[in-house]
C-alpha cells in the first residue's frame, strides 16, 4: 500500500526560526513529489515540484530535498513569518496500475504550522 | 492563465435538492481530477478523467455524478446528497501521465448538506 506520512503534525515556533517539515513514503517508484500549502478553508497552493530524478528544488525561502532510495522529503523554511502559518501537505505523484487509467496524488497527513510573532 | 476555477465557492443544498459544481482551467491540461476533504484531514480522491473520458471512480457513491464536456471544464453533479457529504471539494488538472509537470488546484467549493 502507498502510504505518505508527514511529521510532525504540527508545530509552534517563534517568529525568525528555520525550520524542517518531514514527508516520508512507502514506494519509491513515484513520479514527482509536490509540496502544498493550504490555509483554512481554502484551496491547495504548490509550493514546490521535484521531479523523481531531482535531489532539491529551491523557490525564496524554500528548499524541498527528495532522496528517492529512503523514501523521504523534507521542506525547509527559513527565516519563519507570520504569514508562514497554514497547513503544509506533501503529495507524492504514482501512476496507476495500468498507465492508461492515468495517475494519481497521495497526500500525507499533513503539518500544522503556527508562526508565533 | 495558470489558475484552475471553482464555482461556487460556497453552496448549502438539502438533501432533497440536485445541484452542480464547476470547474474550468485554460492551461491545456488533459487530466482533471475531483478531490473531497474533511476538516483537518488530507484530500482524497474521487475521480480523475484523462483526456474528456472518465477513467478512475475511486468507488465513489453514485449521488456524487462527473461530467466533462470538454479538455477545458469539469462538473460534479449533486443529488440526494447526506450531512456527512458535507465537505470541501476541490478540483484539480494535470497534464497527465505523459506530462512532466505538477497538479494546479482550484480553491475549492465548500458545500454543506442540510
Known amino acids: 500500500k502507498q502510504e505518505v506520512t508527514q511529521i510532525p503534525a504540527a508545530l509552534s515556533v517563534p517568529e525568525g526560526e528555520n525550520l524542517v517539515l518531514n514527508c516520508s513514503f512507502t514506494?519509491?517508484?513515484?513520479?514527482?513529489l509536490q509540496w502544498f500549502r493550504q490555509d483554512p478553508g481554502k484551496g491547495l497552493t504548490s509550493l514546490l515540484l521535484?521531479?523523481?530524478?531531482?535531489r532539491e528544488q529551491t523557490s525564496g525561502r524554500l528548499n524541498a530535498s527528495l532522496d528517492k532510495s529512503s523514501g523521504r522529503s523534507t521542506l525547509y523554511i527559513a527565516a519563519s513569518q507570520p504569514g508562514d502559518s497554514a497547513t503544509y501537505l506533501c503529495?507524492?505523484?504514482?501512476?496507476?496500475?495500468?498507465?492508461?487509467?492515468?495517475?494519481?496524488?497521495?497526500f500525507g497527513t499533513g503539518t500544522r504550522l503556527a508562526v508565533r510573532p | 492563465d495558470t489558475e484552475v476555477t471553482q464555482t461556487p465557492k460556497h453552496l448549502v443544498m438539502g438533501m432533497t435538492n440536485k445541484k452542480s459544481l464547476k470547474c474550468e482551467q485554460h492551461m491545456g491540461h488533459r487530466a482533471m481530477y475531483w478531490y473531497k476533504q474533511k476538516a483537518k484531514k488530507p484530500p482524497e480522491l474521487m475521480f480523475v478523467?484523462?483526456?474528456?473520458?472518465?477513467?478512475i471512480n475511486e468507488s465513489v457513491p453514485s449521488r456524487f455524478s462527473p461530467e466533462c464536456p470538454n479538455s477545458s471544464l469539469l462538473n460534479l453533479h449533486l443529488h440526494a446528497l447526506q450531512p456527512e457529504d458535507s465537505a470541501l471539494y476541490l478540483c484539480a488538472s494535470s497534464q497527465g501521465v505523459n506530462g512532466g509537470g505538477g497538479y494546479t488546484f482550484g480553491s475549492g467549493t465548500r458545500l454543506t448538506v442540510v
Open positions: 521535484i521531479q523523481s530524478s531531482q
Open positions: 478523467y484523462s483526456y474528456e473520458k472518465l477513467s
Open positions: 503529495a507524492v505523484r504514482y501512476m496507476w496500475e495500468k498507465k492508461s487509467s492515468g495517475d494519481k496524488l497521495t
Open positions: 514506494d519509491s517508484a513515484i513520479y514527482n
